[in-house]
């Protein structure tokens, strides 16, 4: 049986909102690593994708690395 305590501190650390935008930096990461094949495919500058997929990806880290934060 959970105590009162560690349900006390799980309210106060959010742990719903932090798995929610693990969940999107995780979304966020494969997006930005499969969104350059599209764009290659088009012809379009490999210098667009390179900074669309750094930026997706880089954010998709920080977001992750938050949720896992205590």
Known sequence: ????????????????NKTVIGVIGIILVIFGI?????????????????????FLVVLGVILISWAFSD
């Not at 969104?35 to 667009?48: R, S």
């Open 1 to 16: 049986m959970i105590r009162s305590d560690e349900v006390r501190m799980a309210e106060r650390r959010n742990i719903r």
């Open 34 to 54: 499969i969104w350059t094949i599209p764009l290659a495919l088009k012809g379009v500058p490999y210098v667009y994708g390179l900074f669309g997929t750094s």
